[in-house]
Each structure stands twice: as structure tokens, then as C-alpha cells.
């Protein structure tokens, strides 16, 4: 384990990288905890931080310490070393953690923590996570691009070619996205082979790319729609069940119910593009 620790982080320059996962796990792991400790009102845990009646949210700590962390990271990389540059990158990530804890609050501009739409930061928790450990097994964006080739080649031809395969890799990522597959084109980007298939099969039916080209052909949305029920489901029960874990009490009753409910939420054919939205009733 050592050797390989040795051989895999260390030589090969991505011990600030593991640094940073560490620290982002397990700082995300002590304020879920903390939350959770506050919110049961437990009696020997330190509550909220609460001067002159303000509440401060974790995410102002978390900026503040990505800021100062970053900054500082900024400040020795000429003349740092790999240690100090490595616990420097363990205090980014646990300021980056506090900061995605909370993306909720950030994206809706109200504290919805404990909200259904709280939910979304356990989804930029766990897409953080996924980069950071495919970065740290070797892995980098546009797989089949080797930048530093690209740095050394000698003649046009190379280059354009090793271009053309770097813009290939976005065009079938951006077709993903337009599918509605954000986690295959995050994960696709790393291993081309899943942005390839993603590229390939069916969008999900409430995406761009099915209001564009299935709303026209019904027997093909229907089927898209069928498929996306059948496949996503497990997923999304699974997820669920997980955020519960983390976010509230788990209840597997609740995440099968939850699951048919997000299912008629999000599985639904996407609306034509000329097709006008009629305007909702005013309320007098």
C-alpha cells in the first residue's frame, strides 16, 4: 500500500490532489454530522453560530477559507513545496466543501438545507467527488487528447489532428448534455468510450435534444419516455435512499414513494418548439 501510495500519488505530482479529497470528505462529513447533531438539539453539541441574533451559514467559512487557502497556493508556486502545497490544497477542500454543502442556499437565495431542493447540494457533493477521484486515478478531460503532445508537436498536420480529436470529445459531450446525461458527459469526458455510447442511445425524453427530434416521431418519444421509467428508476431510488441517509432520517417506504414521485416529476415528453406555453391564470 505504501509503494503504491508512493509510486501513484507521490511521484507523480498528485498529492495536493489527495490532499484535497481528504479534506473535502471529511469536511463534508463533519458538517453533515454537526447539521445533523444541531438540528436532534443535542445538548453537548455547540449549536448554531449566532452573533447579535445573525445566523452565519457554513458556506461563509467555506469561502473564506477557500479564499485564503487558494490565495496562498497562489503565493508559493514558484517556490513551494509539494507538503506545504499539499496541506494548502487539504484546507481548499474542506473550504470547498462547506461551500457545495450549501449550494442550495446559493442557487435558490433562501435556506432550503433541509428542503427537497436541499437535496441539490448532495448532488454537487457527490459530481466533486467523482472528478476529483477520476482526476487522482490519472484520468483528465478529453481522454483521447494528450495536451502535452500537443505541446510538442512538430509538424501542423499533428497538431490539427490531436485538434480535431480535442473538439470531437466537446461536440459529443455537448450532444450528451443536449440529451439530458450530465453524469454520462462528466464521466464521458474522462473515459470516451461512455461519452461515445451516451452520444449514441436514446436522450431522456424531457431533454432539449427529444423536443428538437422526438416530438415530431410519438412512437420514439414514447419509447424514450418507457426507457427512462424502467432504467432511471433504480438509480433514483437509490439516490434518494443515500441523500436521506445523509440529509434526513432513511426510510425505504419513503424513498420507493419518493422515487415514483420524482419519476411523474421529471419523466415527461418534452413540449414541441413552436409549441407556446399558455400563460398561467392570473390570481386575483
Known amino acids: 500500500m505504501a509503494h503504491w501510495f508512493q509510486d501513484q500519488i507521490v511521484e507523480r505530482g498528485r498529492l495536493p490532489l489527495f490532499c484535497f479529497l481528504l479534506g473535502f470528505i ?3 462529513a463533519f458538517i453533515r454530522f454537526s447539521v445533523r447533531m444541531i438540528r ?14 445573525q445566523h452565519i451559514h457554513h458556506v461563509v467559512f467555506g469561502v473564506v477559507t477557500m479564499i485564503v487557502s487558494g490565495g496562498a497556493l497562489i503565493a508559493i508556486y514558484e517556490d513551494g513545496s509539494s507538503e506545504s502545497g499539499a496541506i494548502l490544497a487539504a484546507l481548499f477542500g474542506i ?9 442550495a442556499l446559493i442557487f435558490y437565495l433562501k435556506d432550503v438545507y433541509w428542503a427537497e431542493q436541499g437535496r441539490s447540494s448532495v448532488d454537487a457533493v457527490f459530481a466533486a467527488i467523482a472528478v ?3 482526476a487522482l486515478m490519472g484520468l483528465h478531460p478529453a481522454e483521447m487528447v494528450d495536451f502535452a503532445s500537443m505541446r510538442d508537436t512538430e509538424t501542423w498536420w499533428e497538431f490539427a489532428v ?6 470531437m470529445n466537446l461536440a459529443l459531450a455537448a450532444i ?9 458527459a462528466l464521466i464521458g469526458l474522462f473515459i470516451f468510450p461512455i461519452l461515445l455510447v451516451g452520444s449514441i442511445r436514446l436522450g431522456r ?35 434518494i435512499y443515500v441523500q436521506d441517509i445523509v440529509a434526513g432520517q432513511p426510510s425505504i417506504a419513503h424513498a420507493r414513494a419518493a422515487t415514483e414521485e420524482e419519476l411523474d416529476r421529471i419523466v415527461v415528453p418534452a413540449r414541441p418548439p413552436h409549441e407556446e406555453r399558455l400563460p398561467e391564470p392570473a390570481d386575483y
Open 26 to 28: 471529511a469536511a463534508f
Open 205 to 239: 425524453p424531457g431533454a432539449p435534444w427529444a423536443r428538437w427530434r422526438y416530438t415530431t416521431r410519438p412512437k420514439k418519444m414514447q419509447r424514450a419516455v418507457r426507457r427512462e421509467r424502467r432504467q432511471r428508476r433504480p438509480m433514483i431510488r437509490a439516490k
Open 162 to 167: 490531436l485538434l480535431m480529436f480535442g473538439v
Open 40 to 53: 436532534a438539539q443535542v445538548k453537548w453539541w455547540p449549536g448554531n453560530i449566532t452573533p447579535g441574533g
Open 95 to 103: 473550504g470547498a466543501a462547506l461551500v457545495l454543502d450549501e449550494f
Open 176 to 184: 450528451v448534455i443536449l440529451k439530458g446525461k450530465i453524469w454520462t
Open 132 to 134: 476529483t477521484g477520476l
